[in-house]
Structure formats: structure tokens, C-alpha cells
């Protein structure tokens, strides 16, 4: 399994930025998905994810409100739709998928692949 991690970039405080994953290759058995980020001498964390059979994805309590996490399950793709940006958000954000199930899907060790990470940056 291959994901490809687009959308980061610059952005003032406040803006918005939309992040996209696709998966490919051998994706029938990786219905959980996720999205981390790590800032500079920081532990990777946990920002929203969730599997295929979920309701609601969870968050990250330091993005409810701002981030809005969906999947297209037909195109192997999630999406991190991020609003209101504030500078504490700036980190290398990556999507993951493994074979999750929701009650883990904000452990990083829950998942079996990652994409290459995707810098955002937001200034004040």
C-alpha cells in the first residue's frame, strides 16, 4: 500500500488548508485511516481518523470545531479539511492506514503504512 499525502502549504492565522491522501495498491484490507502530525522536537500525535465501518470520526480535542475529517471510500482517499488555523497547528502532517479498529485509531502504532508527510505551516 502506497499513500500520497498533498495540500499543505503556508498559511496566515485564521485561513484554511485542505489536505488529500490517496491510497493505492492493496487497499481491501486497510479500513482504518488517519491523519498525524509532528511539530520540531515534538512526539507524533494524534490529529482525526477513522475506519470504514465507523460513524462519526474522532479528533484530536485540540481540533474539534476547526478540523473536519471524510473519506471517499470508492476513491481511497480521506481528506483533512482544516479552518481557523492557528500558529500551535504548524507540523508535517501524515496520513496512515492499517487495520484499524475505532477504538485505536488514535495510536500511532495501530497502523501499518504512512505517507511521506505534508509540512503546513501557519503564521502569526
Known amino acids: 500500500v502506497q499513500l500520497q499525502a498533498s495540500g499543505g502549504g503556508l498559511v496566515h492565522a485564521g485561513g484554511s488548508l485542505r489536505l488529500s491522501c490517496a491510497a493505492s495498491?492493496?487497499?481491501?484490507?486497510?479500513?482504518?485511516r488517519g491523519w498525524f502530525r509532528q511539530a520540531p522536537g515534538k512526539e507524533r500525535e494524534f490529529v482525526a481518523g477513522?475506519?470504514?465501518?465507523?460513524?462519526?470520526?474522532l479528533y484530536a480535542d485540540s481540533v474539534k470545531g476547526r478540523f473536519t475529517f471524510s473519506r471517499d471510500n470508492a476513491k481511497n482517499t480521506v481528506y483533512l479539511q482544516m479552518n481557523s488555523l492557528e500558529p500551535e497547528d504548524t507540523a508535517v502532517y501524515y496520513c496512515?492506514?492499517?487495520?484499524?479498529?475505532?477504538?485505536?485509531?488514535?495510536?500511532?502504532?495501530?497502523?501499518?503504512?504512512w505517507g511521506q508527510g505534508t509540512q503546513v505551516t501557519v503564521s502569526s
Open positions: 496512515a492506514a492499517g487495520r484499524t479498529i475505532l477504538s485505536t485509531v488514535d495510536r500511532t502504532s495501530a497502523y501499518y503504512y
Open positions: 495498491g492493496e487497499t481491501n484490507d486497510i479500513y482504518g
Open positions: 477513522s475506519t470504514r465501518r465507523s460513524g462519526a470520526p
